[in-house]
């Protein structure tokens, strides 16, 4: 795979944001690295994406067959817990992208998709959409019905799992305050707290959670 070196110049350009595409399929490549100059953003291509993630807060477009997936994500998030991983798997492989997810990736992708989706999603994970392909869900949830009876041990209210509904519909933060007429700060330490009483680390973990348990519904 060719990859342009990583430089001091390239990671940013004035107030450009970085991103960094690790993808194996050249022509693909250049599409997402137009994508990306398109949509505002400094482009590398940096032959160690874990070297990058520890020196600088960006994108990280990861294509697995680049990499070992899960691991690298895991080694990713040890050393920048702040960098947005975009994954671009096959979404019919189950079982990588839940790897990936538990490992820490911010979403992940059919490896199919539109570069200029891919971008379009970008922005939204970078503004704090919980994202995840719902078609994506029965494979991470082991193919159980979300009409699952409530987990027992958890006992929400409907604020909370009203909270958990606009997660799974992608609502950012300062969305939810505005419809609640709250701050966000209020509507982020009720989010930690639900984190925290369902087992979750992130929002994308707490949608997953949250439907296998039968706490709410997330449509196919």
Do not use: C
Not at 96 to 108: F, I, K, M, P, Y
Request: cysteine-free; charged content about 25%.
């Amino acid at each position: 795979m060719t990859t342009t070196p990583l430089s001091a110049s390239a990671v940013r350009d004035g107030d450009r944001p970085a991103l960094a595409v690790v993808d194996p399929e050249p022509a693909y490549r250049r599409r997402l690295a137009t994508a990306g100059a398109g949509a505002g953003f400094t482009v590398v291509h940096p032959r160690d994406p874990v070297q990058w993630a520890a020196q600088h807060d960006g994108v990280l477009l990861l294509a697995v067959e680049a990499v070992d997936g899960p691991d690298a994500v895991r080694r990713i998030r040890k050393v920048n817990s702040r960098v947005t991983v975009v994954v671009l798997t096959e979404l019919a492989e189950a079982d990588t992208a839940h790897a990936v997810l538990s490992q820490g990736a911010t979403v992940v992708l059919d490896r199919r998709t539109d570069p200029r989706e891919v971008l379009l999603t970008v922005h939204l994970a970078r503004s704090g959409h919980a994202l995840l392909p719902a078609r994506l869900l029965p494979g991470l949830l082991g193919h159980r019905s979300p009409a699952t009876a409530p987990h027992p041990g958890i006992d929400l209210d409907d604020a909370d799992r009203e909270l958990l509904q606009d997660l799974a519909a992608g609502a950012t933060v300062r969305r939810m305050a505005r419809h609640r007429y709250q701050a966000p700060r209020t509507v982020e330490r009720h989010l930690r707290r639900l984190y925290s009483r369902i087992g979750a680390g992130d929002r994308v973990q707490a949608v997953a959670k949250a439907t296998q348990m039968g706490l709410i519904r997330v449509s196919g």
